[in-house]
């Protein structure tokens, strides 16, 4: 209840800070059965590791996953999955000079005020580097609705500042440090020297993150509250950073009229897709289609007006090893949240609807 | 677990459907000691009842609520609050030309496919109508608020379809049938209009609602997971037609540099509100600021193709008494939501700070 | 969380109080497509309302069922099931001289300093009449449990006071007033001598009740905490007045030694029951066994020492209409919240295990 | 939700098994500004530790306890504390005989119908070892509440088998090898020839086990479900073994009158305490009594009928490192259980109650 569970049957529990010893997670309610080792799992997490171009945080963490429960013989046996990853480079004197002072746009002011402590250590608890276990933990979802339904996720950066990126195709993302779905060498050359500027100046930037899941069984998701899109909304707010969320036509809706945004239906599927895969809080079983708006992170070297703990006005410049544009890091992190929702929202459907045929609307 | 409950420590399940004998909700977690009667209540559901202007839905609803538990000798006990509405006008012949096909857009295909089952009264438990009671149970967290922290809400309409609205001051909402927070008698005329040729063309549009809460105290929210910012998106994104949510700068964030994005802290207290008083999720004492995108209903007199229950083409209008503009009546409801939420993060945050002296910081 | 819905995914939230306007309870999480009326409940309400003998209550309430949602054209449609039961009999004046000091044994001395509020209109909140809401709850899961599995449920007094019912049979239970599942005329008379005596003296006894279902799933219950005996116990304990439970051979297995208390297994199933169908908190697909304990009623002529609300000492006598026995009642409840529980790991179960195929032990 | 999470705000999550290569738990909710360290922690762990006597199995497992998260320079920072206890002494080869046939009485054959897996290694998550960690969590649950209530806790042995053991002081656990609470050599020296005798025969014994809190605050349960005693009984009934719960009075209460059993009130205080500390599920302020009954060990080396996984019928005897009496062990776990449940009730009274003002009745 103290906020660090995620998820109602497929729960994901994390632990650890920044710099302390170990980063982790228990998963429970993984069904037994399921195939899998470390070998599943570190992919994803190499996906999102610091250190693997010049525009992402120099730290250097092999972010090494090791499973310390819950798996016998190369099979999940329904009982909790425990992931550890130690970290390892922890120059906590790169975080010296803030420890008395609160940066502006961060966390570590409204921690202190709420616990009454200071873990001045990368961010402690509040570091991004805690999506880490996450996108472990959504690693073994992934495989599991895979092998269930051959759902797939997809995502990629569409906007990094005022640069627009346009969408060609999600396979372009392995290929470029920014996971931008495009082959366009123009615009990936366009964003380096775009990043390359702003590390000089030693400021930040924001992004927007487009995610999608395909092949999602119909029916997910409850009435009212734990309605798909409000867990959807729930788990990419709840990510590091970002300000905003939008399904399907997002914003855009706004200025639609209801002839136009409504979906029309054939015998053979939808028509369109502004519901983003998701009509009255349940999967149409369309493409779940999700996008977000990342911050530029706090931690810049640009002076900041602030106050130390006693209230005395300072200045703030922040060193250490940051990501200038942390939305560089969130595809993997954005797919993660998105799987584990969807995971969790096919154990909760099957609970109670396991009965019920879906059948005869001719799309399913 | 089955979505119907909100909340974790004050909490709120709902109960009924739209053409059904009654709608409610039992609230429980409520602090017993508060002064509570119907007409603590009453107000807030009459700012959302249908029928209150000819731009919104005709239905003949007095939204007259009772009080079944909960409160003895005019004082909360601290046991379950219920609160009944009874439905008065369920004209059901309203809906005999959609039982067999679905709207493009609409609920009534996703949950005849989750459960099996076709409920075609008015939306049945996906309906609009179910905001009701929520607002009713918000209506007590509000009050609380009030009393204890001073806590206020406003919110309004700031675009309707292509039309911004400037924002003046929420003084003015109570004054215009759209919530509008504008004096300027050439924009409600404006939207008069607009709003005219739409329902003259049986077609609907989407809105944009601000929501603000002002006095809020700092440290609400729990890391990681139940940040304040997340539950926010998931209680704004559960609402009706919801398909975009951003808290402070929100997608605007995107394009901002780091240097312009964090909010700079003086003795006297912050110096803008980009984080819409949110950082690493937890309230910094600032107001808290959301936005959210409302897609035009699904119910409409124009013609759309879609499918019947056994998958035949079919081309579906919908007559009936709908709003054409369900942005027009959210603005009560979003600020419920928000009110809920952050009712339960101050219970959640005196479990488990209720020791920590927040002081030190100057700006509290 | 404050304790007024009762499990994970069939979820009961009952509401109201003894002397209020109404009681009833919101149930979430039943599948669709289950048929269901008042008529299915009414007759579980009956077998535990007040009146039906000399040996219990004598307020007149005839407990009578309304569903209030969830139900549409006969089958329940998956969302949330109200049931409401108005209070008719509330003769408030009998409790007029309880109302500034405390029965000895009564939860009225504790609501009190907990909530600092008094309701002392028949126990308000902690009155046994809110178990009727919950026995209606768990007719719908029995009905459901009892279509898909053939589970079926049993229970009674087989202790009144220092006088032993021996075990003849379960058909006799609904003819006499006590729930004894015996046909031996000679001890209904003396259960009846006993409480003749009992009520001339204006003194309450305990009773104990024993409870069991028959053709329950193999493979109910989750390991470490929820497990199914842990769960049952929490169910039973939670019963007004209850103070011991016991799974199976319960306090007997102290002086077992292992060669006798595990339960052999062979070709043909178990050839004995001290594990009351439940192992490692996971049930054997045997009878499960229950036990409880009732104590006698606080609310008795006889005078007791006792304080008032401002500390000074007072002789408490309590008239009005109470059960000089609360076991005699207890059965159906007892039985009520055993089917809850089944209900509730059934859906669980199949959540994490619908893909476990359960054969091969030769007893399933 | 999969049942490996104990608690509501101050919630414990476990994981591992017996023989895999650790287990552990994560704390959430700990209040932050908690000095802590592992020397808080290991001498509860100690007391529960295999090997302690010749009565117990003879097991080598330090069970040196690592905090790898949630505090910082000594003190808890209100994030996840994660336990962890590497395993050390894996003799799997001694669980070689039972990889394919079930132990009457045993755990393994429910586990392997609900999991379609079979885990050997000791009883896998099933193994009594999983209460390590638990013990180690109810350790910063133990120091919390002494420093803010001055609350202690208290158990040990009352049976053992057929023999009664006469309560002296519970100053005499800590002097023999049973936690038996009296001073009496004689005793000790029949309890001690009993289990020796036991183990020459293979076979094993059930015990019963008291325990008790003192200076628990009043005030803490949630009515009708989450009572105190309810959540007593759920977490008591939830340790291995146990087949039954009892808090104050427990059965007796079945014959007791109610003139005798409520406990009379003065000026200063109850006159008794069938209560066991606990009305209407709240507490009083008294001594909160509650005994548990556990079941003799399945593992024996006395053979016994059962089947194997293809349903063949075999003898069973079981070789290996078992205790003969898991009773022996057991206090330090019952401990810890109820401290928990009080930990949590504390905190969620709080939440709820926090304005309320605890006075006037002359106890508290």
Chains 1, 2, 3, 4 share one sequence.
Request: one cysteine or more; charged letters at 20%; glycine letters at 12%.
């Amino acid at each position: 209840m103290s906020g660090n569970t995620f998820g109602t049957l497929f729960t994901v529990t994390t632990f650890g800070e920044s710099h302390g010893p170990a980063i982790g997670c228990v998963i429970d309610g993984c069904p037994p059965g399921l195939a899998l080792s470390e070998q599943d799992i570190q992919p994803e997490l190499d996906r999102r590791k610091p250190g693997t171009s010049r525009h992402v945080t120099q730290r250097q963490e092999a972010d090494k996953v090791e499973i310390l429960s819950g798996v016998y013989q190369g099979k999940t046996t329904g009982t909790p999955i425990t992931l550890l990853i130690r970290n390892e480079d922890q120059r906590s004197k790169d975080y010296g000079n803030i420890v008395d002072t609160f940066r502006p746009g961060h966390a570590d002011f409204t921690y202190w005020n709420k616990y009454g402590v200071r873990d001045p250590r990368g961010g402690g608890r509040s570091s991004a580097r805690l999506t880490a276990p996450v996108v472990g933990a959504a690693a073994i979802a992934k495989k599991w609705l895979k092998e269930k339904f051959g759902t797939s996720f997809q995502g990629g950066m569409t906007q990094l500042g005022e640069i627009a990126i346009p969408f060609q195709s999600w396979e372009h993302t392995p290929n470029n440090p920014f996971f931008a779905p495009t082959g366009d060498g123009a615009i990936i050359a366009e964003l380096e020297t775009y990043m390359d500027a702003l590390r000089k100046d030693g400021d930040s930037i924001g992004a927007r993150i487009d995610v999608v899941a395909n092949n999602v069984p119909i029916g997910l998701g409850e009435p009212i509250y734990d309605k798909l899109d409000a867990d959807i909304a729930y788990a990419m707010m709840g990510i590091n950073a970002v300000k905003g969320v939008e399904i399907g036509a997002g914003f855009a809706c706004v200025a639609q009229r209801g002839s136009e945004h409504g979906d029309e239906i054939t015998e053979s599927g939808f028509l369109s897709n502004n519901s983003g895969g998701i009509l009255g809080g349940i999967s149409t079983g369309q493409e779940i289609r999700v996008s977000i708006a990342i911050k530029p992170t706090s931690s810049i070297r640009t002076p900041k007006r602030s106050i130390d703990r006693s209230g005395n006005p300072v200045m703030v410049e922040t060193f250490g090893r940051h990501d200038p544009c942390v939305g560089i890091r969130a595809t993997p992190i954005a797919e993660a949240m998105l799987a584990l929702v969807l995971m969790d929202h096919v154990l909760r459907d099957r609970a109670q609807c396991a009965d019920v045929v879906r059948k005869g609307s001719g799309l399913t």
